[in-house]
């Protein structure tokens, strides 16, 4: 089959990752390119994607490869590498979505779990990118999508090495951009606020219950909300998204309001952990 497109998806296993390779097939399909496509769908969970490629592939016509990959493992990531370095396509699409947090003060984190965290939420989009960037530069037309966080803006206490992981992937996503503004590449940092996916499961750790921080409720975006906007926006050549308009608000003031005023804010917002003494 000639394949006319290309779409990597890391964390394509569940929440925002699963529905993205729905959508963009979805838009293939409105392009009239979709069984001239190609999906690779990574993750951990092969079970998951191997019934995600079915129903692709049933639905769409497209080609669907499952390459089961711990992002977290450097010698997984080496072989992804050498198999993703061989992709070329005239329109591709990177979806660097994989990724996971860890709630609770610092000071009891798990240093294997702060590692998985560096590994999956920053290492791996670094390589992916820079393994494929080569062939989306050669190609017609090339989009990446990065997803952030709204945390990328805010240091917050109890999800420290989560937020600062978002911050390296936003200012990565930015300067990426500036360099590739003569190219055909879009490059969009994708920042949603929480949403109803496992992601609040993994972070929370083991022996916690689940305690809401008040008023989270409000900030909840629907998944189809955070995908369909993240695709709008890097078709658009758009350099951020937040996705639905309460996040787009809570972004705008974030950025704007003074260091001293977050300062005060997050040190008097309500705590998931008792701090330490
Ligand atoms: N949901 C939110 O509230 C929210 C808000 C802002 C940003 N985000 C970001 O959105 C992205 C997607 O998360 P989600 O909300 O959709 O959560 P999710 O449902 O937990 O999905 C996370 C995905 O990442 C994959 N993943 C995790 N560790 C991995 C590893 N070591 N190797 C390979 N794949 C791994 C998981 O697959 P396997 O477990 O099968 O490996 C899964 O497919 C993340 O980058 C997250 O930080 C989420």
Same mark, same amino acid.
């Given at each position: 089959?000639?394949?006319?497109?290309?779409?990597?998806?890391?964390?394509?296993?569940?929440?925002?990752?699963?529905?993205?390779?729905?959508?963009?097939?979805?838009?293939?399909?409105?392009?009239?390119?979709?069984?001239? =496509? &190609?999906?690779?769908?990574?993750? &951990?969970?092969? @079970? %998951?994607?191997?019934?995600?490629?079915?129903?692709?592939?049933?639905? #769409?016509?497209?080609?669907?490869?499952?390459?089961?990959? @711990?992002?977290a *493992?450097? =010698?997984? &990531?080496?072989?992804?590498?050498?198999?993703?370095?061989?992709?070329?396509?005239?329109?591709?699409?990177?979806?660097?979505?994989?990724?996971?947090?860890?709630?609770?003060?610092?000071? *009891?984190?798990e240093p294997e779990r702060n590692r998985r965290m560096i590994e999956?939420?920053?290492?791996?989009?670094?390589?992916?990118?820079?393994?494929?960037?080569?062939?989306?530069? %050669?190609?017609?037309?090339?989009?990446?999508?990065?997803?952030?966080?709204?945390?990328? @803006?805010?240091?917050?206490?109890?999800?420290?090495?989560?937020?600062?992981?978002?911050?390296?992937?936003?200012? #990565?996503?930015?300067?990426?951009?500036?360099?590739?503004?003569? =190219?055909?590449?879009?490059?969009?940092?994708?920042?949603?606020?929480?949403?109803?996916?496992? #992601?609040?499961?993994?972070?929370? !750790?083991?022996?916690? /219950?689940?305690?809401?921080?008040?008023?989270? %409720?409000?900030?909840?975006? /629907?998944?189809?909300?955070?995908? %369909?906007?993240?695709?709008?926006?890097?078709?658009?050549?758009?350099?951020?998204?937040?996705? *639905?308009?309460?996040?787009?608000?809570?972004?705008?003031?974030?950025?704007?309001?003074?260091?001293?005023?977050?300062?005060?804010?997050?040190?008097?917002?309500? !705590?998931?952990?008792?701090?330490?003494?």
């Amino acid at each position: 089959m000639s394949c006319f497109s290309t779409v990597v998806i890391t964390g394509a296993s569940s929440g925002f990752g699963a529905v993205f390779a729905r959508r963009v097939a979805q838009y293939l399909q409105r392009c009239g390119r979709v069984q001239e =496509s &190609r999906f690779v769908l990574i993750a &951990r969970s092969v @079970d %998951k994607l191997q019934a995600l490629a079915g129903e692709l592939t049933a639905e #769409f016509g497209c080609e669907v490869l499952v390459w089961g990959c @711990d992002l977290a *493992s450097s =010698s997984a &990531r080496a072989e992804l590498l050498g198999r993703l370095a061989e992709l070329e396509s005239e329109w591709m699409m990177l979806i660097n979505n994989a990724g996971l947090g860890d709630y609770g003060e610092f000071i *009891s984190a798990e240093p294997e779990r702060n590692r998985r965290m560096i590994e999956v939420n920053m290492t791996a989009p670094v390589e992916i990118t820079r393994t494929m960037l080569p062939a989306m530069v %050669k190609a017609g037309r090339a989009y990446i999508i990065n997803v952030a966080s709204l945390a990328a @803006d805010l240091a917050i206490p109890d999800f420290a090495m989560y937020a600062a992981s978002k911050a390296f992937v936003a200012s #990565f996503s930015e300067a990426l951009r500036l360099e590739l503004a003569k =190219s055909r590449v879009h490059v969009t940092a994708l920042c949603p606020g929480p949403s109803h996916t496992n #992601f609040g499961d993994v972070a929370r !750790r083991t022996g916690k /219950s689940k305690k809401e921080v008040p008023f989270r %409720k409000w900030f909840y975006t /629907s998944i189809d909300c955070v995908v %369909k906007s993240g695709l709008r926006a890097v078709l658009a050549n758009k350099p951020r998204c937040y996705p *639905s308009l309460k996040i787009r608000l809570v972004g705008l003031f974030v950025r704007n309001a003074p260091l001293w005023l977050l300062r005060l804010i997050m040190s008097s917002r309500p !705590r998931r952990a008792v701090p330490a003494e």
